[in-house]
């Protein structure tokens, strides 16, 4: 059976040549530019445009550009460029809105449409779903022949991102290092903006998969079971760390110096250990990150405001806190100096920072930070099906504080359990954290037992 379309506060994601077309895309841009026309009635407006890697991504901005032209926006086409990329350039030259053309972590026949605002968050739940609206009911007007926007293209998004990231740290403290990285950028749209950081860093890099052809040279999601190649590259060129980018580049994971994958969750601890060694504030993390975290900013003297998943929902609970440092355990890590998107190159920059402030290696610092044991996995399943389960695993864990701003968190002494459905893909998430390897195996198989009840 084929999937559906999937159109959610998160933006769109489908399959190309099945359930996303040319037609689709150019109408979700005419909703994106009817909103904001409705917003800014008496401003010109531009919107900045920006595409992972996939060989689609031409097609799909072709379209998106004509729906956004047709409603009467002029468009900045910045060609490939990663999605933290975007949300920068579309402040630097003042844009009234961003659209980044990506499916993210999914393979490569998936495709997708990201929207941002003026200042680079994506639309909170009550603009998204009215530009869902807009987008169903065709509610929108298109511009006469003089009024149609223009496209014009701007090529600097590599260099400005590097400028913006680089005062966040010593780059000649990490050049005196002379750190040999391995980056594997997956054939995405991260590989040149990565590549330029690491450079101005002074890091001999080994590069992997840097071109963006799109034709991604692993399953891309940067999860352990993707990067053996990577892990056995740093062993083999004797480097001190691997970086792994995902196809837009706002999510990074870590491989140490002995080829070990340390994964995706240290990136926002390891970030947050060197923030909270410089400036005292909080911190912000959705529901399903890890408490390293909170053990890091409450040995600062801090505290971590809980949002749940979503990029946006971090951002907002950022700006609104002011936090000094905020993420997501999938490798995604926010600093508003930069812009409230996760970023990359952010974190490729403050691990290294951290690693030479401290003459740790990144193994040493990640076993500092460790201790808790995080199973996560997936399954095919609705929002019923998931309403279900999570329904079932209440009555299982009586004994639990429960969170429902985002399916379903129970915290227990021993640690915590998330249950949730996606935004962006067909299936629910369950996430456990916990010192005890029993409880994590024991929770395993309560949930196992009503997983099976229900589907």
Same mark, same amino acid.
């Given at each position: 059976m084929s999937q559906e379309l999937i159109i959610s506060i998160s933006g769109m994601r489908g399959i190309i040549g099945e359930n996303l077309s040319p037609e689709i895309a150019a109408a979700y841009g005419c909703a994106f530019a009817a909103f904001l026309r409705t917003h800014k009635p008496d401003k010109k407006l531009t919107v900045a445009v920006g595409r992972d890697s996939r060989p689609s991504g031409a097609m799909m901005f072709? #379209?998106?550009?004509?729906? /956004?032209?047709?409603? &009467?926006?002029?468009? $900045?086409?910045?060609? *490939?460029?990663? !999605?933290?990329?975007?949300?920068?350039?579309?402040?630097?030259?003042?844009?009234?809105?961003?659209?980044?053309?990506?499916?993210?972590?999914?393979?490569?026949?998936?495709?997708?449409?990201?929207?941002?605002?003026?200042?680079?968050?994506?639309?909170?739940?009550?603009?998204?779903?009215?530009?869902?609206?807009?987008?169903?009911?065709?509610?929108?007007?298109?511009?006469?022949?003089?009024?149609?926007?223009?496209?014009?293209?701007?090529?600097?998004?590599?260099?400005?991102?590097?400028?913006?990231?680089?005062?966040?740290?010593?780059?000649?403290?990490?050049?005196?290092?002379?750190?040999?990285?391995?980056?594997?950028?997956?054939?995405?749209?991260?590989?040149? #903006?990565?590549?330029?950081? /690491?450079?101005?860093? &002074?890091?001999?890099? $080994?590069?992997?998969? *840097?071109?963006? !052809?799109?034709?991604?040279?692993?399953?891309?999601?940067?999860?352990?079971?993707?990067?053996?190649?990577?892990?056995?590259?740093?062993?083999?060129?004797?480097?001190?760390?691997?970086?792994?980018?995902?196809?837009?580049?706002?999510?990074?994971?870590?491989?140490?110096?002995?080829?070990?994958?340390?994964?995706?969750?240290?990136?926002?601890?390891?970030?947050?250990?060197?923030?909270?060694?410089?400036?005292?504030?909080?911190?912000?993390?959705?529901?399903?990150?890890?408490?390293?975290?909170?053990d890091i900013a409450a040995a600062a003297g801090s505290t971590v405001i809980r949002t749940p998943v979503g990029e946006a929902n971090v951002a907002?609970?950022?700006?609104?806190?002011?936090?000094?440092?905020?993420?997501?355990?999938?490798? &995604?890590?926010?600093d508003l100096r930069v812009g409230p998107i996760r970023d990359s190159l952010v974190a490729m920059a403050m691990v290294l920072q951290l690693m030479a402030e401290t003459g740790k290696t990144v193994g040493q610092l990640a076993d500092e930070l460790g201790g808790y044991v995080m199973h996560k996995s997936k399954y095919p399943a609705d929002r019923q099906q998931a309403q279900a389960i999570i329904d079932k695993a209440k009555a299982v864990f009586a004994d639990a504080r429960i969170d429902t701003s985002d399916g379903c968190r129970f915290d227990l002494p021993a640690g915590w359990i998330h249950i949730r459905t996606s935004n962006t893909e067909p299936i629910m998430r369950i996430i456990m954290e916990t010192q005890d390897p029993d409880a994590a195996r024991r929770w395993t198989e309560q949930i196992e037992i009503i997983r099976n009840e229900v589907l």
């Open positions: 072709s #379209a998106v550009a004509a729906g /956004l032209t047709a409603g &009467g926006v002029d468009v $900045v086409d910045l060609s *490939i460029c990663s !999605t933290p990329g975007v949300g920068i350039m579309l402040r630097h030259l003042g844009c009234d809105g961003g659209v980044i053309i990506t499916a993210s972590h999914n393979p490569v026949p998936y495709n997708g449409i990201k929207l941002l605002l003026d200042n680079g968050i994506a639309p909170p739940r009550a603009m998204a779903e009215d530009i869902i609206r807009r987008y169903r009911q065709r509610a929108f007007a298109l511009a006469d022949s003089v009024h149609c926007g223009k496209i014009s293209c701007n090529g600097q998004t590599p260099r400005i991102h590097t400028d913006k990231v680089l005062p966040l740290v010593n780059p000649a403290a990490i050049a005196a290092k002379h750190y040999k990285v391995v980056l594997d950028s997956v054939n995405g749209a991260g590989g040149v #903006a990565g590549r330029f950081l /690491l450079e101005k860093l &002074g890091c001999e890099i $080994v590069p992997m998969n *840097i071109e963006p !052809t799109g034709l991604f040279a692993h399953t891309p999601e940067p999860t352990a079971e993707n990067l053996t190649d990577l892990c056995l590259a740093v062993t083999r060129h004797k480097a001190q760390i691997g970086f792994a980018q995902d196809p837009d580049a706002d999510r990074l994971a870590i491989v140490d110096e002995n080829g070990r994958y340390i994964g995706e969750e240290y990136t926002l601890a390891l970030a947050a250990k060197y923030v909270f060694s410089k400036q005292t504030g909080t911190a912000a993390a959705n529901l399903s990150t890890s408490r390293m975290i909170d907002e609970a950022m700006v609104q806190h002011n936090c000094i440092i905020g993420g997501e355990g999938n490798g &995604g890590v926010i």
